[in-house]
């Protein structure tokens, strides 16, 4: 336990997980304010081989380490669960290795395979460590370590309860600036009524059908409305020979959401958590359909924290039909005020610069350096 209370020749800090966009892109917002604030910060990432922050974290100028730890969490086979259990020792090993190697000032796990066993390690041998947890029921990787870290960093008021670390702070889920700026644009609906829909990055078949069944009727009902629809690459070709609307955009994929969320009057989407701050941060009201088979059915989660809150519309995928969709569509374009009263509900959820305020608590628990910003 001495060694990671060394003096050492860098000022270190370490981002343990990975796997999904969700965990990366606010680890990256976060590491990237720790460099606004202190630029002698070394940053280091811990990944998995297999997890997407092997294609992002080396795009984005970080160090990223591999542990080879496997999944546990999820709706695999028994046997992968118990290998991943049995090879659990050396993994612990691997991680103090890493741990010895770099002697971080601070240890920041957001989730995903890999920070379970490196945080874990990194609070057992005295190392100064931190959670980030972003949906609304943390997932079992962070409940679990909230009993030996001392300091974790919520989005959603409801998984203070679910956590327990000593210091449990909400600081928001950090967003890229881009989007941050979109909520300084307001936007009253008006005819036509602009729908933006997708389901994430790769798309969401159930989304796709749904919209692309109700869209390819020329529904008359519909004829004040206009759509852009994200479809990801797999069902882009299909749902755009079904839909044949000119009040219709099919795209394969949102390069500049933030352009789309400002044109929107209403979006339709997924309820991971990075998706519900974007549309908190935006001020956007939202239809969420939340993934049924995501980990601990945490989307389900995120979207009724927003629902209690007057903030969105819930559409469980079970009840999606081309026409509940388009009643709901109906409903809120004929609903101005109720629009307004979203809007500004999802407001008051929304806690901007997230990625500032978590970086500067890790600064100052790690007793380093604090510079004025430029």
């Given amino acids: 336990m001495a060694g990671s209370m060394e003096k050492t020749n860098h000022e270190r800090i370490i ?17 990237r304010e720790i460099l606004k604030i202190n630029p002698k910060v070394e940053i280091h990432f811990v990944g998995t081989p297999a997890g997407l922050e092997n294609k992002i974290i080396p795009r984005e100028g970080f160090n990223l380490h591999h542990i080879h730890v496997g999944k546990l969490n999820y709706s695999g086979g028994f046997f992968a669960k118990i290998k991943t259990i049995v090879k659990l020792p050396w993994n612990l090993v691997e991680c103090a290795s890493l741990l010895w190697e770099l002697k971080p000032n601070f240890v920041l796990g957001v989730g995903g395979y890999a920070s379970g066993p490196f ?23 962070n409940r679990l370590l909230s009993r030996f870290v001392k300091r974790s960093f919520i989005v959603f008021p409801e998984a203070k309860s679910f956590l327990k670390s000593q210091l449990v702070e909400r600081l928001g889920l950090p967003v890229r600036e881009q989007v941050e700026k979109v909520a300084m644009m307001g936007k009253v609906p008006k005819v036509p009524f602009k729908v933006l829909a997708f389901g994430g ?10 919209l ?32 044949t609307n000119s009040k219709v955009q099919i795209l394969e994929y949102l390069f500049d959401i933030e352009t789309h969320y400002q044109w929107c009057d209403l979006v339709v989407c997924r309820a991971g958590a990075s998706t519900v701050a974007e549309v908190a941060a935006c001020g956007k009201p939202a239809i969420f359909i939340p993934l049924p088979s995501a980990a601990d059915d945490h989307q389900s989660k995120n979207a009724k924290s927003l629902v209690d809150q007057g903030a969105a519309v819930l559409l469980e995928q079970k009840n999606l039909t081309a026409a509940h969709l388009k009643a709901e569509l109906l409903r809120l374009k004929n609903s101005p005020d109720l629009c307004i009263q979203m809007s500004q509900n999802l407001k008051k959820f929304y806690q901007p610069q997230a990625a500032k305020s978590v970086a500067q608590k890790i600064l100052n628990e790690g007793s380093y350096e604090v510079q004025q910003q430029i």
């Fill in 212 to 243: 692309a069944e109700m869209l390819a009727k020329n529904d008359p009902e519909l004829k004040d409305f206009e759509f852009v629809h994200q479809t990801g690459t797999a069902d882009f070709e299909k749902v755009k020979s079904k839909v």
């Fill in 119 to 141: 945080v874990l390690m990194a609070a057992i041998l005295g190392f100064k460590t931190a959670l980030w947890e972003p949906n609304a029921y943390p997932g079992m990787t």
């Fill in 201 to 210: 990055s790769q798309g969401a078949r159930a989304i796709n059908e749904a």
């Fill in 15 to 31: 981002i343990a997980g990975g796997g999904t966009g969700g965990h990366i892109y606010p680890a990256v917002a976060i590491a």
